[in-house]
Protein backbone atom coordinates (compact mmCIF):
# COMPACT_ATOMS: atom_id res chain seq x y z
CA UNK A 1 0.00 0.00 0.00
CA UNK A 2 1.03 3.48 -0.27
CA UNK A 3 1.63 6.02 0.11
CA UNK A 4 0.09 5.94 3.77
CA UNK A 5 -2.89 3.37 5.90
CA UNK A 6 -4.07 6.56 7.54
CA UNK A 7 -5.84 9.17 5.99
CA UNK A 8 -9.09 11.84 6.18
CA UNK A 9 -12.26 10.31 4.52
CA UNK A 10 -12.29 10.79 1.44
CA UNK A 11 -9.17 8.41 1.58
CA UNK A 12 -7.46 6.79 -1.62
CA UNK A 13 -5.17 4.05 -1.08
CA UNK A 14 -2.85 2.49 -3.91
CA UNK A 15 -2.38 -1.37 -3.72
CA UNK A 16 0.46 -2.33 -5.43
CA UNK A 17 1.25 -6.48 -5.50
CA UNK A 18 3.31 -6.10 -8.84
CA UNK A 19 6.36 -7.16 -6.46
CA UNK A 20 4.66 -10.06 -4.97
CA UNK A 21 6.41 -13.27 -5.93
CA UNK A 22 5.54 -17.09 -4.97
CA UNK A 23 8.84 -19.26 -3.83
CA UNK A 24 7.82 -21.57 -6.76
CA UNK A 25 9.68 -21.29 -9.80
CA UNK A 26 7.60 -23.54 -11.77
CA UNK A 27 4.38 -21.28 -10.69
CA UNK A 28 3.46 -18.28 -12.04
CA UNK A 29 0.59 -15.81 -10.34
CA UNK A 30 -2.63 -15.97 -13.06
CA UNK A 31 -5.09 -13.46 -11.08
CA UNK A 32 -5.70 -11.18 -7.89
CA UNK A 33 -8.71 -10.85 -6.05
CA UNK A 34 -9.27 -7.73 -3.54
CA UNK A 35 -11.36 -7.59 -0.53
CA UNK A 36 -10.97 -3.77 0.19
CA UNK A 37 -12.59 -4.91 3.71
CA UNK A 38 -14.99 -1.83 4.07
CA UNK A 39 -18.15 -3.51 3.72
CA UNK A 40 -19.25 -2.53 0.55
CA UNK A 41 -19.54 -5.82 -1.38
CA UNK A 42 -16.58 -4.21 -3.79
CA UNK A 43 -14.84 -6.95 -4.08
CA UNK A 44 -12.86 -7.23 -7.53
CA UNK A 45 -12.01 -11.06 -7.95
CA UNK A 46 -9.67 -12.63 -10.44
CA UNK A 47 -8.46 -9.36 -11.75
CA UNK A 48 -4.89 -9.06 -13.50
CA UNK A 49 -3.40 -5.43 -12.10
CA UNK A 50 -1.34 -5.72 -9.89
CA UNK A 51 -2.01 -2.34 -9.11
CA UNK A 52 -5.34 -0.78 -7.99
CA UNK A 53 -6.84 2.22 -6.25
CA UNK A 54 -9.46 2.07 -3.60
CA UNK A 55 -11.62 5.48 -1.74
CA UNK A 56 -12.01 4.52 1.70
CA UNK A 57 -15.01 6.61 3.71
CA UNK A 58 -15.40 6.60 7.29
CA UNK A 59 -18.68 5.16 8.06
CA UNK A 60 -20.59 7.62 10.11
CA UNK A 61 -23.70 5.37 11.05
CA UNK A 62 -21.33 3.06 12.90
CA UNK A 63 -18.56 5.24 13.71
CA UNK A 64 -16.05 3.01 12.34
CA UNK A 65 -12.76 4.13 10.61
CA UNK A 66 -11.08 0.74 10.13
CA UNK A 67 -11.05 -1.38 7.60
CA UNK A 68 -8.84 -4.70 6.80
CA UNK A 69 -8.44 -5.35 3.33
CA UNK A 70 -7.49 -8.81 1.99
CA UNK A 71 -5.79 -10.08 -1.29
CA UNK A 72 -6.22 -13.63 -2.49
CA UNK A 73 -3.45 -14.60 -5.08
CA UNK A 74 -4.14 -17.49 -7.76
CA UNK A 75 -1.49 -19.37 -9.15
CA UNK A 76 -1.11 -21.09 -12.70
CA UNK A 77 -1.00 -24.07 -10.65
CA UNK A 78 -4.34 -23.62 -9.16
CA UNK A 79 -2.90 -22.37 -5.54
CA UNK A 80 -4.49 -19.45 -3.40
CA UNK A 81 -2.32 -17.66 -1.19
CA UNK A 82 -4.05 -14.95 1.06
CA UNK A 83 -2.27 -11.86 2.31
CA UNK A 84 -3.51 -9.41 4.53
CA UNK A 85 -0.93 -5.92 5.31
CA UNK A 86 0.06 -5.66 8.79
CA UNK A 87 -1.76 -1.69 9.35
CA UNK A 88 -5.25 -1.51 8.95
CA UNK A 89 -6.55 1.28 7.11
CA UNK A 90 -7.39 3.87 9.27
CA UNK A 91 -9.91 6.93 7.98
CA UNK A 92 -10.17 9.73 9.90
CA UNK A 93 -14.06 11.21 10.21
CA UNK A 94 -14.23 14.12 8.23
CA UNK A 95 -14.19 17.64 9.56
CA UNK A 96 -17.07 19.89 8.47
CA UNK A 97 -16.38 23.99 8.11
CA UNK A 98 -17.81 26.86 7.51
CA UNK A 99 -17.48 30.13 7.34
CA UNK A 100 -19.45 33.07 6.66
CA UNK A 101 -18.79 35.87 3.84
CA UNK A 102 -20.34 38.89 3.40
CA UNK A 103 -19.17 39.71 -0.34
CA UNK A 104 -20.82 43.28 -0.67
CA UNK A 105 -19.71 44.38 2.45
CA UNK A 106 -16.26 43.24 3.43
CA UNK A 107 -15.96 45.42 6.36
CA UNK A 108 -18.98 44.49 7.98
CA UNK A 109 -20.52 47.92 7.73
CA UNK A 110 -24.17 48.67 5.70
CA UNK A 111 -25.95 51.39 5.21
CA UNK A 112 -30.00 50.91 5.53
CA UNK A 113 -31.55 49.58 2.84
CA UNK A 114 -28.36 48.11 0.68
CA UNK A 115 -28.44 44.67 -0.35
CA UNK A 116 -25.83 42.68 1.52
CA UNK A 117 -25.03 40.06 -1.15
CA UNK A 118 -23.12 36.71 1.31
CA UNK A 119 -22.02 33.40 0.86
CA UNK A 120 -21.27 30.58 2.66
CA UNK A 121 -17.76 28.47 2.13
CA UNK A 122 -18.11 25.26 3.17
CA UNK A 123 -16.97 21.15 2.18
CA UNK A 124 -19.29 18.89 1.32
CA UNK A 125 -22.79 18.65 0.21
CA UNK A 126 -25.26 19.81 3.08
CA UNK A 127 -28.69 18.26 3.08
CA UNK A 128 -29.84 21.57 4.50
CA UNK A 129 -29.16 24.67 4.82
CA UNK A 130 -30.99 27.23 7.35
CA UNK A 131 -30.30 30.68 7.84
CA UNK A 132 -30.99 33.81 10.25
CA UNK A 133 -30.42 36.88 9.31
CA UNK A 134 -30.63 38.74 12.26
CA UNK A 135 -33.51 41.07 10.73
CA UNK A 136 -36.28 38.34 11.43
CA UNK A 137 -35.76 37.01 8.06
CA UNK A 138 -34.92 33.57 7.87
CA UNK A 139 -34.25 31.34 5.05
CA UNK A 140 -34.20 27.29 4.55
CA UNK A 141 -33.26 25.62 1.37
CA UNK A 142 -32.26 22.01 0.24
CA UNK A 143 -28.64 20.97 -1.07
CA UNK A 144 -26.15 24.15 -2.17
CA UNK A 145 -29.70 25.96 -3.58
CA UNK A 146 -28.72 29.37 -0.97
CA UNK A 147 -25.03 29.01 -0.53
CA UNK A 148 -25.12 32.60 -2.20
CA UNK A 149 -28.03 34.82 -1.51
CA UNK A 150 -29.26 38.71 -0.01
CA UNK A 151 -30.73 40.47 2.14
CA UNK A 152 -31.81 44.31 3.25
CA UNK A 153 -31.91 45.18 6.39
CA UNK A 154 -34.82 48.20 6.96
CA UNK A 155 -33.58 49.89 10.41
CA UNK A 156 -29.96 50.60 11.68
CA UNK A 157 -28.28 48.30 14.32
CA UNK A 158 -25.97 45.42 14.95
CA UNK A 159 -27.04 42.40 13.71
CA UNK A 160 -25.94 38.45 14.08
CA UNK A 161 -26.52 36.55 10.52
CA UNK A 162 -26.49 33.11 11.76
CA UNK A 163 -26.27 30.04 9.32
CA UNK A 164 -26.54 26.21 10.73
CA UNK A 165 -25.47 23.40 8.08
CA UNK A 166 -26.87 20.00 7.79
CA UNK A 167 -25.31 16.87 6.22
CA UNK A 168 -26.57 13.27 5.83
CA UNK A 169 -23.28 12.00 7.27
CA UNK A 170 -21.43 14.51 9.11
CA UNK A 171 -22.43 16.29 12.26
CA UNK A 172 -23.79 19.52 11.68
CA UNK A 173 -22.25 22.71 11.58
CA UNK A 174 -22.90 26.35 12.92
CA UNK A 175 -21.65 29.51 12.23
CA UNK A 176 -22.00 33.46 12.59
CA UNK A 177 -20.96 36.89 11.39
CA UNK A 178 -22.03 40.29 12.34
CA UNK A 179 -22.83 43.14 10.81
CA UNK A 180 -23.46 46.85 11.76
CA UNK A 181 -26.39 48.67 9.78
CA UNK A 182 -26.07 52.82 9.47
Do not use: W
Not at 28 to 50: A, P
Not at 117 to 142: A, H, W, Y
Amino acid sequence: MRPDTIGTDPFTVTFDASTTVINDSTDEIVYFTRDFGDGTGNIKKNVSQSIMTHVYRYDNANENGEYTPVLTIKTKKGREITISPENKIIVKKATATLKIHLDSHPAQLAMVGDRVNMSLELNGVPTTIQRDFGNGKTLECQGRQCVSTTTTYDQPGDYIIRAKVIYENQPLVEGNISIKVQ
